[in-house]
């Protein structure tokens, strides 16, 4: 498969900011969270193509690959796309060839297949950092542009509750002290939030790490967050045109109930996404009959 953009191989000589956040981003996520598992057997249900939007480093998106799906995998930064890829080729070429990655923003990214996905999603969080409530409602858009008529979107949030906000203060703590398993340095991993009126986190993670006895590299990511409650989630599908399936409250898909940590909103297209992605399907047709007969 052919992208607007792709991401390249590793960059060679000394790593640079980006590329060593988007290798400790793979650490912070070493143990799976349990998610992988949930999309696989979506895929099975769904087939494919699969559209993953804010993929990162391939967490998912490569063993939706190595399990044989089609998958498109969208992110704005290229240092992930670089982890990404570079997790692809690992897993075999034929792995690589089923995962096509696409350097853009999930907010407008409109790719030719838009109306032809049989599942499209977003995972883990992702859906927090992409901005304010203004920005998560266009990432629900790009998902409902590309579904396929009989397609289903995902998207997953952590609800944070009332205890973890009131810690959110800005002092600092040790989430971790881990050796990568590949032989690398040890890191420590020092981080703090700050919660804010309206669902604003702000967050700064301190990455050091060094060899025993050996310098010390310092690096330091700050995200911030919009939290998304359960019912937002709910009205954001529904405000893109689609309908809600099942809000889940794990990843055993089991009924959202309070005090859940998690919300998992499961949407299909509504009849106006129906209309509009048979209406791209016709003119697709058309186009490519035309090609033909010129």
Not at 52 to 68: D, K, Q, T, Y
Not at 101 to 113: F, G, N, S, Y
């Amino acid at each position: 498969m052919t992208g607007a953009s792709e991401g390249s191989g590793a960059e060679k000589g000394p790593e640079s900011e980006p590329d060593a956040l988007a290798r400790l981003y793979d650490l912070d996520l070493e143990d799976n969270p349990g998610d992988v598992e949930l999309f696989l057997a979506l895929a099975g249900r769904t087939g494919d193509p699969i559209l993953e939007l804010a993929v990162g480093s391939g967490r998912i998106a490569v063993p939706l690959a190595e399990a044989g799906f089609e998958v498109v995998a969208v992110d704005r930064d290229p240092a992930m796309l670089r982890r990404a890829k570079a997790r692809a080729l690992a897993a075999g070429r034929a792995v690589a060839r089923r995962l096509r990655l696409v350097e853009a923003d999930a907010l407008d990214v409109r790719l030719a297949e838009a109306g032809t996905f049989r599942l499209a999603f977003i995972a883990l969080n992702s859906l927090l950092v992409l901005g304010d409530r203004s920005a998560q409602a266009r990432a629900f858009g790009t998902l409902a542009r590309h579904l396929a008529p009989d397609g289903l979107a995902v998207v997953d949030v952590w609800l944070p509750d009332a205890d973890q906000l009131s810690r959110y203060d800005g002092r600092l703590s040790v989430e971790y002290v881990r050796a990568a398993r590949d032989g690398g340095p040890l890191v420590t991993k020092t981080a703090a939030a700050r919660h804010h009126s309206g669902g604003g986190i702000e967050l700064t993670a301190i990455y050091e790490e060094s060899h025993q006895g050996g310098p010390v590299r310092r690096w330091v990511r700050r995200d911030r967050l919009q939290l998304v409650g359960p019912e937002e989630l709910v009205a954001l599908a529904k405000a893109a045109g689609m309908r809600v399936e099942t809000l889940a409250g794990d990843y055993d898909l089991r009924p959202y109930e309070p005090g859940a940590d998690r919300a998992i909103v499961l949407a299909s297209p509504g009849e106006a996404a129906i209309g509009a992605a048979r209406a791209r399907a016709r003119r697709s047709n058309l186009d490519a009959a035309g090609h033909v007969r010129r």
